[in-house]
């Protein structure tokens, strides 16, 4: 299955009530977009894939903090900050709260987890 497919995957099953599944499939789709043969088959440079990629882990971010599991890893948060910082200023619509609601979210998690993770390799 394609990313954008099980994006919709995704949002289907949210509608539905079944969470734990549609957390499943949006991070299988991370995981699609982030899987070596993505970059030759999906083209995760264009902007269709990387609004893919932001939808899917705003998916996973609302999904895991409703189940109480962990969010999205490292990566795909340090992919996502790059696209939507790269936004024009001047948006307008859907994109411009996209981008104002969830940059400084994804910004404050990969802070987070990236002093856990220096904590973790300092053993502290």
């Known amino acids: ?30 995981a699609v977009l982030h899987s070596p043969l993505s970059h030759c088959c999906e083209g995760v440079s264009g902007p269709a894939a990387h609004s893919t ?14 189940l109480g599991t962990p969010g999205v890893g490292l990566a795909a948060l340090a ?27 994804f910004e404050r998690r990969l802070a987070i987890l990236s002093r856990s993770s220096a904590d973790a390799a300092d053993g502290t």
């Open 53 to 66: 990629q932001a939808m899917l882990a705003i998916h996973v971010e609302q999904l895991s903090e409703e």
């Open 79 to 105: 992919h996502v900050i790059g696209f939507l910082s790269s936004l024009p200023p001047n948006l307008k619509g859907e994109a411009a709260e996209v981008k104002a609601a969830w940059l400084p979210y």
């Open 1 to 30: 299955m394609t990313a954008s497919s099980l994006l919709g995957r995704t949002v289907k099953l949210r509608r539905a009530g079944r969470k734990r599944e549609a957390l499943a499939a949006a991070q299988e789709g991370l």
